[in-house]
């Protein structure tokens, strides 16, 4: 996600949420969004939903080092 393009990923995102798709990649970029807002507990909140939703995804892991 670029910098100035979180306002849009972030509405993006929480639409596809709202629409059902509750998958890993949507909660771990919701995340990026939300720290970038300085929502960090949001943040926090939404990368462990995608670690539970699928704890064996790295891109779900926050810090993993194949994370985008």
Avoid: C, M, W
Avoid at 32 to 56: C, H, N, S, Y
Avoid at 59 to 64: E, G, I, M
């Amino acid at each position: 996600i670029d910098k100035g393009q979180f306002r849009a990923a972030h509405a993006i995102l929480e639409r596809a949420l709202q629409s059902g798709n509750h998958n890993p990649e949507t909660y771990f970029f919701l995340s990026k969004t939300k720290a970038a807002f300085g929502d960090l507990e949001g943040a926090i909140a939404a990368a462990r939903r995608a670690v539970e939703i699928e704890p064996r995804n790295a891109a779900a892991a926050p810090n993993s080092p194949t994370s985008p």
